[in-house]
């Protein structure tokens, strides 16, 4: 058996780089500083490179100094176990479990990092090596939310980005961090470079708010905000027509818009009835904190079932109502935000005779911003 084994995987390169780089430096540092040091490379292009790897790496732990000293050696960023096609070859499995019963088996002075990443956490090859491991790491894949109940990545994401803001002299609004972390939430390292490219952009002492986020940081991955309807949110009838410009310039159909602006309003209409019924106390700063909570238990059973969908606003994460829906409620009336649910039903027509969707869109946005009632 090796002095130590440790094993680090997860889908977020950043935080498997980070884990894995403390690790080894840790081996390093308790290995003295005459120990033998190696990093190998384990990312492949095609399946014929992992048996060269293979072949380096159990030469490399296999082999010791002649004067008896310590080493370290750190596989690094294996893509062996991810979601492609090199990864399901039976190539590929085959050398990868050599390296993993040549890392546990190997003899001597010898300290083992392994780092896994992307990694797919439907693949069991790591289990059996769970209780040999010194250090077993396994990074949850990010919610597909950053508003989910159980989302530790996304509360780390949120943390990291205040920090970044507060480092360099920079404000930002309530609700910024959250709307960073919502559209660039898969990765951990995109977060922080968005996060300096928009602190550069305030400059110390500036202010962000959430119009700048909107503006200059893309969607990456599975993010599914779109920038039309936190204008809308806002009531900013030059932020909503400029963000259409952008939204119909690199869209064909209006539908996946419509469809969230209606998911978005269904929300606001039950916010805004508890608001005028008396449950909510609603200003553009949101809900009172535990109001929510407090509602939910008076009108949850009501609502229906638990599951959650935009039909039943209790069925939603409490912060995510509290701070991110609840203060367009306070932009709008109830009469106005039923008129928008309407209006959404009447742009899916024109959608579906095959009119222009961009004025239909438009026009709604316009009705809806423009005219109060």
Same mark, same amino acid.
């Given at each position: 058996?090796?002095?130590?084994?440790?094993?680090?995987?997860?889908?977020?390169?950043?935080?498997?780089?980070?884990?894995?780089?403390?690790?080894?430096?840790?081996?390093?540092?308790?290995?003295?500083? =005459?120990?033998?040091?190696?990093?190998?490379?384990?990312?492949?292009?095609?399946?014929?490179?992992?048996? $060269?790897?293979?072949?380096? *790496?159990?030469?490399?732990?296999?082999?010791?100094?002649?004067?008896?000293?310590?080493?370290?050696?750190?596989?690094?960023?294996?893509?062996?176990?991810?979601?492609?096609?090199? #990864?399901?070859?039976?190539?590929?499995? /085959?050398?990868?479990?050599?390296?993993?019963?040549?890392?546990?088996?190997?003899?001597?002075?010898?300290?083992?990092?392994?780092?896994?990443?992307?990694?797919? $956490?439907?693949? !069991?090859?790591?289990?059996?090596?769970?209780?040999?491991?010194?250090?077993?790491?396994?990074?949850?894949?990010?919610? !597909?939310?950053?508003?989910?109940?159980?989302?530790?990545?996304?509360?780390?994401? /949120?943390?990291?980005?205040?920090?970044?803001?507060?480092?360099?002299?920079?404000?930002?609004?309530?609700?910024?961090?959250?709307?960073?972390?919502?559209?660039?939430?898969?990765?951990?390292?995109?977060?922080?470079?968005?996060? =300096?490219?928009? &602190?550069?952009?305030?400059?110390?002492?500036?202010?962000?708010?959430?119009?700048?986020?909107?503006?200059?940081?893309?969607?990456?991955?599975?993010?599914?905000?779109?920038?039309?309807?936190?204008?809308?949110?806002?009531?900013?009838?030059?932020?909503?027509?400029?963000?259409?410009?952008?939204? *119909?310039?690199? =869209?064909?159909?209006?539908?996946?818009?419509?469809?969230?602006?209606?998911?978005?309003?269904?929300?606001?209409?039950?916010?805004?009835?508890?608001?005028?019924?008396?449950?909510?106390?609603?200003? =553009?700063?949101?809900?009172?904190?535990?109001?929510?909570?407090?509602?939910?238990?008076?009108?949850?059973?009501?609502?229906?079932?638990?599951?959650?969908?935009?039909?039943?606003?209790?069925?939603?994460?409490?912060?995510?109502?509290?701070?991110?829906?609840?203060?367009?409620?306070?932009?709008? #009336?109830?009469?106005?935000?039923?008129?928008?649910?309407?209006?959404?039903?009447?742009?899916?027509?024109?959608?579906?005779?095959?009119?222009?969707?961009?004025?239909?869109?438009? &026009? /709604?946005?316009?009705?809806?911003?423009?005219?109060?009632?």
């Amino acid at each position: 058996m090796p002095v130590s084994l440790a094993i680090v995987a997860g889908k977020d390169e950043y935080l498997v780089e980070r884990d894995a780089r403390a690790l080894y430096n840790q081996a390093v540092q308790k290995a003295g500083p =005459e120990a033998d040091k190696e990093i190998i490379a384990g990312s492949i292009t095609r399946v014929d490179d992992a048996q $060269g790897i293979e072949i380096q *790496f159990l030469e490399s732990v296999n082999t010791l100094s002649m004067f008896g000293g310590a080493k370290v050696v750190w596989l690094r960023n294996i893509n062996w176990i991810a979601d492609n096609v090199p #990864s399901r070859s039976d190539e590929v499995k /085959l050398a990868m479990a050599n390296v993993l019963a040549g890392a546990a088996a190997c003899k001597g002075p010898v300290a083992v990092i392994l780092s896994f990443t992307p990694y797919d $956490g439907r693949r !069991k090859d790591l289990v059996a090596y769970k209780d040999k491991a010194n250090e077993y790491i396994i990074h949850a894949s990010a919610a !597909k939310s950053p508003f989910s109940k159980d989302d530790p990545q996304g509360d780390m994401q /949120l943390g990291l980005i205040e920090k970044t803001f507060r480092e360099a002299g920079v404000k930002f609004a309530r609700g910024v961090p959250e709307v960073i972390v919502g559209r660039v939430g898969q990765s951990t390292r995109m977060v922080l470079m968005e996060s =300096e490219k928009l &602190a550069i952009y305030a400059g110390p002492g500036g202010t962000l708010k959430e119009s700048d986020v909107h503006l200059l940081v893309p969607t990456f991955g599975e993010g599914d905000f779109f920038e039309p309807i936190e204008a809308f949110a806002e009531r900013d009838l030059v932020w909503s027509l400029e963000a259409l410009d952008r939204y *119909f310039f690199n =869209e064909d159909s209006c539908r996946p818009l419509l469809s969230a602006l209606q998911n978005r309003l269904r929300l606001l209409i039950q916010v805004r009835s508890l608001a005028d019924s008396g449950d909510f106390r609603v200003s =553009e700063a949101g809900l009172p904190k535990g109001s929510f909570e407090t509602a939910s238990m008076r009108h949850g059973s009501t609502f229906g079932s638990a599951a959650k969908s935009s039909a039943n606003v209790f069925s939603q994460n409490a912060w995510y109502i509290s701070n991110k829906v609840a203060p367009a409620a306070a932009r709008y #009336s109830l009469a106005e935000l039923v008129d928008a649910q309407l209006g959404c039903a009447e742009c899916f027509d024109v959608s579906n005779s095959g009119g222009d969707e961009e004025v239909a869109v438009r &026009a /709604l946005f316009l009705r809806a911003l423009a005219v109060r009632r």
